[in-house]
């Protein structure tokens, strides 16, 4: 694995924010809307995460797997690759780049498990294989990921401030509900995250960013990307999205065959 984010092909990969959450033709043809689109990957991010607690892997493993879906759907149509199935298979594909394999035998017994009698969600083991070489090639091979955990712990430290480590983390997890792993360095996302515990917390850090030279414009703008998704969503953190407003937009996608 690339040991430094700056050579790495997921830096190579970042892109601007307004080429993200851009709605593909064949799902704009089915009427889902930018909104529902955006929907959709947080619901799914949420299935991922809830999944991923069944079979008991790390949290580095759920961020890779979630960042695989997000660009993704950057690149290809929800209604030519069905979210229901891409999630779990971007579970199973993180749990290996991660060294954490998870069977998938494991994962088709959890999601029937959590999905009960909804036949959308019901896949065999063929299904999460064959789409795993589909999102390989929609991924381009290129698998490796940078999360802001790293450089949020070691810039903790070396801001004196440790005592906000958990609620910190939790803003790094929170980020995953959006696309900014996509848009930004990881070590941006951590220093906005920091930023947002360090007010709420009532912390005077102005002086140590100051020392530290980054662009403080984008990462208030992080900042505030972060604020309004907690003010626009309103989200079970179980369960995501009720099945009355999400299940109306997942039925615009194809039916399995």
């Known amino acids: 694995m690339a040991a430094?984010?700056?050579?790495?092909?997921?830096?190579?990969?970042?892109?601007?924010?307004?080429?993200?959450?851009?709605?593909?033709?064949?799902?704009?043809?089915?009427g889902i809307t930018p909104e529902e689109f955006r929907l959709v990957k947080i619901h799914m991010s949420f299935h991922i995460w809830r999944l991923a607690q069944q079979v008991k892997?790390?949290?580095?493993?759920i961020a890779t797997a979630?960042?695989?879906?997000?660009?993704?759907?950057?690149?290809?149509?929800?209604?030519?690759?069905?979210?229901?199935?891409?999630?779990p298979t971007c579970l199973y594909l993180a749990s290996k780049v991660e060294e954490s394999t998870v069977q998938a035998r494991l994962l088709v017994f959890y999601i029937k498990k959590m999905c009960g009698s909804d036949d959308k969600y019901r896949f065999e083991i063929k299904d999460i294989l064959e789409m795993e070489m589909k999102l390989l090639e929609a991924l381009d091979y290129y698998l490796v990921v940078f999360h802001p955990y790293r450089p949020l712990l070691n810039l903790l430290q070396d801001a004196g401030i440790t005592d906000l480590t958990q609620f910190a983390w939790g803003l790094v997890n929170d980020t995953y509900k959006m696309d900014?792993?996509?848009?930004?360095?990881?070590?941006?996302?951590?220093?906005?995250?920091?930023?947002?515990?360090?007010?709420?917390?009532?912390?005077?850090?102005?002086?140590?960013?100051?020392?530290?030279?980054?662009?403080?414009?984008?990462?208030?703008?992080?900042?505030?990307?972060?604020?309004?998704f907690y003010d626009t969503y309103k989200i079970d953190p179980q369960r995501g999205f009720p099945d009355d407003k999400i299940s109306p937009v997942l039925n615009k996608l194809p039916a399995k065959s």
């Open 180 to 228: 900014l792993i996509l848009i930004y360095p990881p070590y941006m996302i951590a220093l906005a995250c920091i930023y947002i515990a360090s007010v709420l917390k009532d912390k005077d850090t102005t002086s140590w960013f100051e020392e530290l030279r980054v662009d403080m414009n984008t990462v208030k703008n992080i900042s505030m990307e972060i604020l309004d």
């Open 4 to 30: 430094n984010f700056w050579t790495s092909s997921h830096c190579k990969q970042l892109l601007d924010p307004e080429d993200v959450d851009v709605v593909p033709l064949a799902d704009r043809e089915r």
């Open 66 to 87: 979630v960042t695989y879906f997000r660009r993704v759907y950057t690149r290809k149509s929800m209604s030519e690759y069905d979210p229901r199935l891409v999630a």
């Open 57 to 61: 892997v790390r949290q580095r493993v």
